[in-house]
Structure formats: C-alpha cells, structure tokens
C-alpha cells in the first residue's frame, strides 16, 4: 500500500453567526499520497478552499473553526498542533499558492525580498544566502531576468509573473506537501496552461505531494492521480481519474462532466447546465444534499443521506442508486439496472 502524505478524517469547520454554528464542510475525509497530486473539484461554495484552510489551520483567522475530525499530516495530527507548531510547519513542510497572486503578496516589499523572508526565517539563512536563493528560485520558475526581477514590486508585474513569483515563495524552503488553491483562476488561458505546466514539472523536480483545488473539470483531467468531488461541504464521490471520468458514480459527477464543452461539432449549441444551485450553508437540505438538483432522485434520497460507500477498486460514491445489486428505481427505467450517459465527447458511461 502506498504510504500517505496526509490523511484527513470525519473534518467539520464551522463558522458561528447568528443564526448558530454552520458547517462549511460536513466530515470530510481524503488522503494523498507521497508523491501524487490529489485534486478536490465542485463548485463555488462547495468548501473546497474551506478544507484548505483547514488542514494549514489558517481557518482561525478566517472566522472559522474546526469541530470535529482530523488532519494527519506524517502522522501528526494537525488539527491538534498549536499556531506557534504551525507557524514551523507552514511555509517549510506545507505551502500554499492562493487564488489570487496580487492578494497573496505584500505591495510594500520587493518580491525578492518576500521570497527571501520564508528562507530566512525557516533555513535561518544570512540575508545574503537567502538572497541568492530568492533570485535562483524566480529562475527556477521561469522568470527571465531574475536580478531584476527581485527588485521589483509586485504592481510592477503582470498576474502570470506575480503567480510565479508566488509559486517561488512556496517552493522555496522545498515542502513535502504543496496546496495550489485555484492557482490559474485569476490568469488568462494561455498563462494558465504555462502555470499548470510549471506546477507539474517543480512537482517532479522537488519531489513533492500535491493538492491541487479547481472548478475546471479539464484542469483535474490534466494533472489529476486522484479526484475528490465536493458538493455543499462534503465529498460526494473519490477515485482516480480513470474512474472518475470514464466510470462515474454520482449524477453530480456527472453533470459536471456533462458540463465540460465538446471538442468539437458543438459550437454554436446550448451548453448543458446542471439546474438549481447549491443550497446555502445555512439551509442544507434533509437526506442527500443534491437531491433538489438531481434528475433521478426518488423519495429515499429525500429522507436519509446515503453513506460514502467503497468499491472494491477504491472508488467511492455517496448515492442511493449507486447499488448495481438493487432494481434502478429510476422512472422510464424500471427493469433495466444501467442507464447510459454520455460525457462530452466522451463514449457512453454506465451509471449505476
């Protein structure tokens, strides 16, 4: 069995207002591997970048807290570590890349300089050491002209170059485990294939583990070992990108398949929508979550919320009618236990 980064078990975060405590994510529970890219897919507000803030115990300083469950971290429960053990922890075993490079860097200090911080404060380097390693790491991230570009502000770059730059702080004091949250959202598309490119071959170079968050389902088909699929705060369905793309288990899974535009015959047409949105945090439906948006919900998946069950390959789904031993309950289908859908351009799936 392969040895495990970071395992996270039963996590809730929850923010208090007035109306009580909300879960931003509901037991959520995933691993990564040494060595592998994990990504976590779903849409805004499915507590994607909540469980991120999590596991860097940076939740706190969001408003947030963490309520119940773990994050095991090479064995070590983060969730019991104090901010002084995390303050050694963040930046030197773990790093961050956050959505937005321009929000993620200080205006007031050169880029060098904030790279060079990082390593003077975790390799306990001389100002002129980590200097050196600060303008050979905007080299390494493929910044032209990096004895200058240490001596720029961040206002002086584009957002490809400030996303560099911060990729450069993360990786600086080489961490085993790198979490990229949405790190090409705020860039355009020929800069974000050029970002996605570099995250991959660092990831080979510093021999790293990878959490990578997205909404882009083609994002995760690109660079993906594993695949989590959120919805409104828990995981509804996991396993490798072979299964999740060719062999899905969950109608959310598969609407967000069915969502990703088709190479080719299909300009001009009607982009398929997964209808509804996700429910408010405050307001989670009874019985499964999605069942207001689901096509094939039947009264069960009203009332009781299904368990996240395991295959005997691994992939995991948390659905009513992911069962190919029970009838498909599903109106129009009532004796025939598969139900063909097609993905994209992909060729059909069977579901359940």
């Known amino acids: 069995m392969a040895e495990k980064i970071l395992e996270i078990r039963n996590l809730t975060t929850g923010f208090l207002t007035d109306g009580g405590m909300v879960k931003a994510t509901d037991r959520v529970s995933l691993d990564i591997e040494k060595g592998k890219t994990l990504c976590v897919v779903g849409e805004s507000g499915s507590g994607k ?3 991120a803030l999590s596991v860097m115990r940076l939740i706190e300083y969001a408003g947030g807290m963490i309520t ?3 994050a095991r971290f090479d064995k070590q429960d983060l969730v019991q570590k104090s901010q002084l053990d995390m303050l050694n922890i963040r930046g030197s075993r773990i790093a961050m890349i956050f959505q937005d490079p321009m929000s993620a860097l200080n205006p007031v200090f050169t880029v060098g300089e904030q790279i060079a911080e990082s390593l003077r404060t975790h390799k306990r380097l001389s100002k002129k050491e980590a200097w050196r390693q600060s303008v050979d790491m905007l080299r390494r991230v493929r910044i032209p002209d990096p004895e200058i570009r240490a001596r720029q502000y961040p206002h002086e770059m584009s957002g490809g170059m400030c996303q560099r730059v911060v990729i450069a702080m993360a ?3 080489n961490p085993e485990l790198l979490i ?5 959202s705020a860039l355009d598309v020929t ?3 050029q970002i996605l490119e570099l995250l991959l071959q660092l990831k080979q170079e510093f021999r790293m ?3 990578l968050i997205t909404h882009d389902m083609g994002v995760a088909a690109e660079v993906a070992d594993r695949i989590t699929v959120m919805y409104a705060g828990a995981v509804v369905e996991e396993g490798t990108a072979a299964d999740i793309f060719e062999r899905p288990r969950h109608p959310y899974t598969i609407g967000l398949l069915q969502s990703i535009p088709g190479l080719e015959g299909e300009r001009g047409g009607e982009l398929y929508t997964i209808r509804g949105a996700i429910p408010p945090l405050s307001n989670i439906p009874p019985g499964c979550r999605f069942h207001p948006r689901c096509l094939y919900a039947m009264d069960l998946c009203r009332t009781n919320e299904p368990p996240l069950r ?3 390959s691994g992939h995991m789904a948390a659905c009513w009618l992911d069962d190919t031993g029970a009838e498909d309950p599903r109106p129009g289908n009532p004796n ?3 139900t063909k859908v097609t993905i994209g351009n992909r060729p059909e799936v069977t579901f359940p």
Do not use: F, K, Y
């Not at 990229?180 to 090409?184: I, M, N």
């Open 49 to 51: 970048s909540v469980t």
């Open 68 to 70: 119940e469950g773990e």
């Open 171 to 173: 990786l600086a004091c």
């Open 180 to 184: 990229a949250d949405e790190p090409t």
């Open 191 to 193: 800069v974000q294939a």
């Open 209 to 211: 583990s990878m959490l």
């Open 310 to 312: 395991r295959s005997l």
């Open 336 to 338: 025939n236990r598969e």
